[in-house]
């Protein structure tokens, strides 16, 4: 079964630190995507991404096809982060929907 | 979550009980999903659908059934609850061709 792997499970930070949310997968990809979901929330989709880099605000989203591993990073962070991130591929030559998620990173900032 | 509606928000049911979650949307996608997610092990893939009249099963197809007669509806039925069925229910979209999905705000189901 393809996996995909995120890292770490549950992260608490203090306001104002740089944070990294790393995610691996087996296989190889057409696109990942990293998902937010606020506690009792929906989910809303970040980044999508198959190759290099997207900035969006204080949100940076990494990825490296050969070492199949992507890495989503929050500068400055704010208590309003505190989420749960949810990184997500669809495979290539896979089924014509359905993506493969990881179990999602806790993510708590503390004021 | 704009575009994509997703009916009850929460239900309770008996063991046995049947029901409809709804999954409607108006921006003409053609692929509609069905997901559930459960604490420790991720969004999960249920049934999925590429058009109207055409439906496939995912990851975890067991108990519930969909249909697709419109481009506009996804409709998971759930013939006879189980406790095991209790999760959040995400319905997600995306336009063939293009790898962004758009997810439902999601139906919260306890099955007692």
């Known amino acids: 079964k393809n996996e995909v792997e995120q890292s770490p499970q549950n992260l608490t930070a203090q306001e104002g630190e740089f944070i990294t949310i790393n995610c691996s997968y087996s296989v190889g990809i057409s696109a990942l995507h990293w998902l937010q979901q606020h506690p009792g929330g929906g989910i809303v989709s970040l980044f999508m991404l198959s190759s290099g880099k997207k900035k969006h605000g204080r949100l940076i989203a990494t990825i490296n096809i050969q070492e199949k591993h992507s890495s989503l990073h929050i500068t400055a962070s704010h208590p309003r982060d505190s989420a749960v991130y949810i990184c997500?591929?669809?495979?290539?030559?896979?089924?014509?929907?359905?993506?493969?998620f990881g179990k999602g990173t806790h993510l708590i900032i503390q004021p | 979550n704009a575009g994509v509606t997703q009916t009850p928000k929460f239900q309770v049911l008996k063991t046995g009980q049947s029901m409809t979650l709804q999954c409607a949307q108006d921006m003409n996608h053609e692929y509609m999903s069905w997901y559930r997610q459960d604490p420790g092990m991720g969004l999960r893939l249920i049934h999925y659908s590429v058009g109207a009249g055409i439906t496939d099963q995912g990851e975890v197809p067991n108990g519930y059934n969909v249909s697709r007669s419109t481009t506009e509806d996804f409709p998971l039925r759930l013939l006879s609850a189980a406790p095991s069925q209790t999760s959040v229910y995400f319905c997600?979209?995306?336009?063939?061709?293009?790898?962004?999905?758009?997810f439902g705000p999601g139906t919260r189901l306890t099955v007692l």
């Open positions: 997500a591929v669809a495979y290539s030559g896979g089924g014509a929907d359905g993506l493969t």
């Open positions: 997600a979209i995306r336009y063939r061709g293009d790898n962004e999905q758009f």
